[in-house]
């Protein structure tokens, strides 16, 4: 019989029909030493967001063949280290959205109308009606940073409470915006306009520090800020200078940085409302993240596909020879497509021309959106659940196939369609290596090899500029070891590609942003 260990607390409910197929263990609150020691028993882990899943548990697991997460963010697991010894990453992306949702929304009520500071004064023996004068949320605009399951959930409630709503979110279709009642605008508009800011976004590098004091600056007078997603997306020091100097006039935090926290700056304020990160700790969320989970623990056990797999690529086997090596050229033309593309994604259309033609394209597709995903989304996207993540988005995937290429034996063209224009990025295998050949009018050949950090600059073709940005990653000591330039006409538009052998850190870009004549300047990893 099959052996589950759950390492953090589940409902013993969910467990009963897990323990007709298998021996289930529950021990929580594991050293990670300890967890080390037992992991190679057991056939599937079950963890929630405590247990980190690290890359030297994932290789003691010699028996694992799934870990399960009860919840969304698969943060706390070592994807590329479970999916490299090929087992099974699953989790919950919906069971405890309304919950999520739920705590968001009884924040935002909580700070409009001072309940935890009324509630600790009465207690404490006071009658203070006129300290706890609050305000109403009906027509006041809320502005919601994320619109995946659990944004979008947060703007239905909003709706029904008459608020005016704004959103912003670069993978959601207007379409579904429409939908839901919400007007798309900038993220700076966003923070302008809001008499409440609620975040509903994942913690990834483009995403730490959304909220700075730059943007703090920008807000409405006495804006009322709420995260119930992830620590780390607002600079808590900032945070709290403005809530002292009165800017913002009150924060609900659910979520630290570094969990459990019991010392945050933010304490020290009293506008401040916080939560030991309790947005999915209702019966129900846990309850259905758990059966979410178990079910797809049952399916695979019985050789079944998982329903939220996050890894685990399939590529047919009569196609694996011509397919497997353009899995690099769709990641690569993945990527640089989303970081090209700008606004709201309406349409991504996939071309296969030449030899990819003639074989099944699913994985190839998936690939590609996964790639596209991957830059945005908390919920790791991978060849198996990309498609369904972008369908979820109303966005719609078109794919093409013509027979016959010129030049190339095989050429995988990705167009991104958005409010804003199409980006176009053709890549090919050449001598066994990818090579990506077209980026919208430019005609290129560079090799995205996975070993490389790249930095993209489109700017004008003029002299002193390439010596400009040199400048700035040779003061960083940053070594180029390849560059690439392509320009439309002499002095016109133009792209320079470097290969790096260090990465470019943020404030290194922003230097490159500020010379003049740059239009963008991008870091790409493949
Ligand atoms: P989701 O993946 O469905 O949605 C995340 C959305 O963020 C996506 O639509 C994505 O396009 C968008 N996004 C990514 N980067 C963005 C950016 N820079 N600006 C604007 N939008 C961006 O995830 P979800 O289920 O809605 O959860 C959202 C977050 O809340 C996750 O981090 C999740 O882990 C967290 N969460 C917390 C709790 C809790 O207990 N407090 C419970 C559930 C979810
Ligand atoms: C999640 O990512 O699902 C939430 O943060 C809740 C949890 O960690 O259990």
């Known amino acids: 019989m099959k052996k589950v260990l759950v390492s953090d607390p589940l409902p013993d409910s969910a467990l009963t029909e897990l323990r007709r197929y298998s021996i289930v263990d529950v021990k929580t609150g594991a050293s990670a030493n300890e967890l080390r020691a037992i992991i190679g028993e057991y056939d599937a882990l079950i963890v929630r967001s405590q247990t980190q899943v690290t890359a030297d548990i994932i290789e003691a697991g010699k028996k694992l063949q799934i870990i399960g997460r009860a919840g969304v963010g698969v943060d706390n697991i070592d994807l590329d280290a479970a999916t490299e010894r090929g087992i099974i990453v699953v989790n919950s992306p919906t069971g405890n959205t309304t919950s999520a949702a739920e705590h968001s929304f009884a924040l935002m009520m909580a700070l409009a109308r001072h309940i935890p500071n009324a509630n600790a004064s009465l207690k404490s023996g006071k009658w203070e009606r006129s300290k706890f004068v609050g305000s109403e949320v009906r027509h006041k605009t809320i502005g919601i940073v994320g ?21 912003y979110d670069p993978f959601i279709s207007a379409d579904k915006a429409e939908r839901l009642h919400i007007k798309t605008v900038t993220l700076e508009e966003l923070f302008k306009n809001s008499d409440f800011i609620t975040l509903h976004i994942p913690l990834l590098d483009s995403t730490r520090g959304l909220i700075g004091k730059k943007q703090l600056d920008m807000m409405k007078d006495g804006v009322r800020i709420i995260n119930a997603a992830r620590g780390g997306l ?3 020091q900032a945070l709290l200078e403005a809530l002292q100097s009165g800017k913002v006039g009150g924060a609900a935090i659910d979520v630290f940085e570094v969990e459990p926290c019991t010392d945050s700056i933010l304490f020290q304020s009293d506008k401040v409302i916080a939560t030991p990160h309790l947005g999915a700790s209702t019966k129900e969320a846990q309850d259905m993240a758990s059966t979410q989970v178990l079910d797809q623990i049952i399916d695979v056990f019985n050789g079944k596909p998982a329903r939220f797999s996050v890894n685990a690529p399939r590529v047919p086997a009569d196609a694996m020879a011509v397919i497997t090596p353009y899995f690099t050229v ?34 190839l597709k998936a690939m590609v959106l996964s790639a596209m995903l991957n ?6 996207a991978s060849t198996v659940n990309a498609e369904k993540m972008v369908a979820n988005r109303g966005i719609k995937v078109i794919e093409q196939k013509v027979d016959e290429v010129d030049d190339y034996e095989g050429l995988l063209t990705v167009e991104m369609h958005t409010t804003e224009g199409i980006v176009t990025v053709s890549a090919t295998m050449m001598r066994n290596e990818p090579h990506v050949v077209r980026i919208n009018d430019f005609w290129l050949d ?28 040779g003061e960083s000591n ?10 439309l006409e002499p002095r016109g538009r133009a792209l320079m590609i470097m290969t790096l052998d260090e990465i470019v850190a943020e404030d290194q870009r922003q230097r490159i942003l500020q010379l003049p004549d740059i239009k963008s300047a991008m870091s790409m990893k493949f």
């Open 234 to 236: 607002i600079d808590d």
């Open 330 to 363: 769709a990641n690569a033309a993945g990527i640089i497509a989303s970081h090209f593309g700008k606004g709201q994604v309406k349409e991504i259309v996939i071309k296969y021309e030449g030899e990819l033609s003639k074989h099944d394209s699913k994985a």
């Open 446 to 473: 560079f090799v995205p090899q996975s070993s490389g950090n790249f930095l993209f600059v489109e700017h004008k073709d003029q002299p002193g500029l390439v010596g400009a940005v040199g400048r700035i990653t």
């Open 375 to 380: 830059r945005i989304t908390e919920e790791k």
């Open 147 to 167: 619109l995946g399951n659990v944004g979008a959930e947060v703007a239905r409630m909003a709706l029904g409470m008459d608020m005016n709503i704004l959103g």
């Open 478 to 487: 940053i070594n180029i070891s390849h560059m690439l330039l392509a320009r």
